[in-house]
């Protein structure tokens, strides 16, 4: 069964950075998308990054294209998340999830807990 595991989730003042890991069970991240989303307080759950399956192709919601950057480390069954220059609306728990297409949420059957991610004013 496969298991995603968040971390690095904290607070932050603005234009700090935080690097979030997720680790997963099971195959390699070679073999499958990875993505993030996050859900902001009193808001839906909304498309971060993704990465796909051959990791040459990555893609990004507008609002953190040039901040974030979504990579893996396939021996550690590790994907990343590197957020800069972060935002008070970057505040929310963010969520890895596997083996999807692009920004479609309901295309993602594995999905971790999610971490908190607080970026203060």
């Known amino acids: 069964q496969v298991q995603l595991v968040e971390s690095g989730g904290g607070l932050v003042q603005a234009g700090g950075s935080l690097r979030l890991s997720c680790a997963a069970s099971g195959r390699s991240f070679s073999s499958y998308s990875m993505a993030w989303f996050r859900q902001a307080p009193g808001k839906e759950r909304e498309f971060v990054a993704s990465?796909?399956?051959?990791?040459?192709?990555?893609y990004y919601t507008d609002s953190v294209k040039g901040r974030f950057t979504i990579s893996s480390d396939d021996a550690k069954n590790t994907v990343y998340l590197q957020m800069n220059s972060l935002k008070p609306e970057d505040t929310a728990v963010y969520y890895c999830a596997r083996g999807g297409y692009r920004s479609i949420q309901g295309s993602y059957a594995y999905w971790g807990q999610g971490t908190h991610v607080t970026v203060s004013s």
């Open positions: 990465m796909l399956a051959t990791g040459i192709s990555t």
